[in-house]
């Protein structure tokens, strides 16, 4: 089945920092990936759309200056929490979509990142 | 706008019971709803959907449009099946999911022995 790889899996890191995460489509092409956040004991909120070799597309309240995303090929997607702070510390979550998307593929999910600020 | 609303944030069955977790949504256009399972330290992924109309590990929903709902039920439950299960709804335009989800908040369901 199709599986999608994220890294990493948890970081710690001090405020001010960028932290980088990645998501990879290990078996199959993705032109569509999707970043999600989690807060403790609630849903998954989509931050924003990820489209390969386009700029992505962002939900409402997401700082696009605060949360780099690039689509740079058809199976990686980065997510970079720039000058990440305490209150950015979150269980970060990708999905995959695949190729071609008028399929109504369904999206895959990753284990998810869990980021820590100090 | 989209949403998702699961009512029952915990739910707990015996083993061989029936259990019903529920969904409502609310959206203009044409939904297409989803059943996600998060079994314990593991990713989420797909349980059904409800183009495919199938049955996946005996649990079943039917989409009905008029009350708005995508309930997930299972005849007999299973101590395998305790988990977290969200309900989640993409937007649809000419028969082509626009795949942005919106989950609902999460049932986390128990199964006893």
């Known amino acids: 089945g199709a599986v999608v790889s994220q890294h990493p899996s948890r970081v710690i890191c001090k405020s001010g920092t960028s932290v980088k995460i990645e998501c990879r489509s290990l078996?199959?092409?993705?032109?569509?990936m999707f970043w999600y956040r989690q807060f403790p004991k609630k849903s998954l909120m989509l931050m924003a759309t990820?489209?390969?070799?386009?700029?992505?597309?962002?939900e409402q309240g997401v700082e696009k200056d605060k949360f780099l995303i690039n689509h740079a090929s058809l199976t990686l997607s980065t997510l970079t929490v720039t000058s990440a702070h305490p209150e950015d510390s979150s269980f970060y979550i990708c999905s995959a979509r695949e190729f071609p998307n008028h399929s109504n593929q369904p999206q895959h999910f990753g284990d998810g990142t869990r980021l820590s600020i100090l | 706008a989209q949403r998702v609303t699961q009512p029952e944030k915990l739910l707990s069955v015996f083993k061989g019971a029936p259990v019903e977790l529920k969904c409502n949504y609310s959206?203009?256009?044409?939904?297409?709803l989803f059943w996600y399972v998060q079994y314990s330290r593991q990713r989420l992924q797909l349980l059904l959907r409800?183009?495919s109309r199938e049955s996946i590990k005996g649990f079943t929903a039917d989409l009905n449009k008029g009350e708005t709902s995508f309930h997930l039920k299972k005849p007999f439950a299973q101590e395998e099946d305790s988990a977290m299960y969200y309900c989640a709804l993409s937007g649809r335009a000419g028969g082509t999911s626009y795949g942005k989800l919106t989950f609902g908040q999460g049932t986390i369901l128990t199964v006893h022995p």
């Open positions: 078996d199959f092409q993705a032109t569509t």
């Open positions: 990820s489209n390969e070799g386009s700029k992505a597309t962002y």
């Open positions: 409800h183009i």
């Open positions: 959206y203009s256009g044409s939904p297409e």
